[in-house]
């Protein structure tokens, strides 16, 4: 998968922010303290397992606090390096669809994002976790799920995502979304919220999410529409895929 052109503003940063940066853009192989932390993934139990698979099961989506599951040293790092890409204006704009129907349409999102390619150890770990949520999944629902794919998406104050699905149905590409937030002290006031509309009932708002630190999202990809609110503050998250197509498609 691509990632943007990174053009580091390499004057505003201190030197440890600019190793940082320099890591996440895939300029070297960071080694710092983010090796050295526990960073949870073996908090992925199998009694979790079963009750992301219930979730799903029972109503094509839910919301959890996975700070004990992934842990806090994992969610910083992943933190840091979504702000690292934020501040130096290393994410670009994103569109609709793929390929050649991409389009960029500031009336339905307004996000930006970064792909992640798993080459810091923050990512690596998050790669690690993520590919033991895709096998338990397949595990228990018989999902048929080859990969997943993710991003980090920065939203600014008055940004925004209009209501949508994240796969057509019978596409059998995006099968299950996962959401992760990164922003510490969030408050109603600050706005942001992922709205989440019942499967059969697209008007009625079944779920409200506040963005805030280590709480996770996951639902159907083709049946769950979901919004995105206008953001009140700079707003951190990652999002993820599993789908079943087995070759990358040009992004």
Same mark, same amino acid.
């Given at each position: ?35 050295t932390?526990?960073?949870g ?8 397992l ?21 842990g806090?040293?994992?969610?910083s790092?992943?933190?840091?390096e ?22 960029? $349409? ?8 970064? &792909? ?11 790669f690690r =976790? ?33 209501k949508?699905?994240?796969s ?21 006031? $600050? ?14 708002? =079944?779920g409200l ?11 159907l ?6 919004e ?11 999002? =993820? &895929? ?10």
């Open positions: 998968m691509d990632h943007p052109v990174v053009t580091p503003i390499r004057d505003t940063l201190t030197s440890d922010t600019r190793r940082q940066f320099d890591a996440v853009a895939g300029e070297v192989d960071m080694v710092s303290d983010v090796t932390v526990d960073m993934h073996e908090g992925i139990s199998e009694e979790w079963d009750e992301l698979a219930g979730g799903l099961t029972d109503s094509g989506w839910m919301s959890l606090d996975v700070r004990n599951h992934l806090d040293g994992l969610l790092a992943l933190r840091d979504v702000r690292i890409l934020d501040v130096t204006d290393a994410m670009k704009k994103a569109g609709i669809g793929r390929g050649a129907d991409l389009t960029r $349409d500031r009336s339905v999102r307004r996000d930006r994002i970064a &792909w992640l390619q798993g080459i810091t150890p923050a990512q690596r770990e998050l =976790c993520l590919e033991r949520i895709r096998e338990g999944l397949n595990r228990r629902l018989f999902l048929g799920l080859k990969r997943f794919e993710s991003h980090y998406a920065t939203y600014q104050s008055g940004d925004f995502y209009r949508h699905v994240d057509f149905a019978g596409r059998a590409s995006r099968v299950v979304s996962l959401v992760l937030y990164f922003n510490e002290d969030w408050r109603p006031s $600050d706005g942001g919220e992922l709205q989440v509309f019942n499967r059969d009932s697209p008007d009625e708002v =079944c999410i506040q963005p805030e630190m280590g709480r996770m999202v996951l639902f990809s083709e049946e769950i529409p979901h995105v609110l206008p953001a009140n503050r700079a707003r951190y998250s990652l999002a =993820c &895929w599993f789908r079943q197509d087995e070759v990358p498609l040009p992004l």
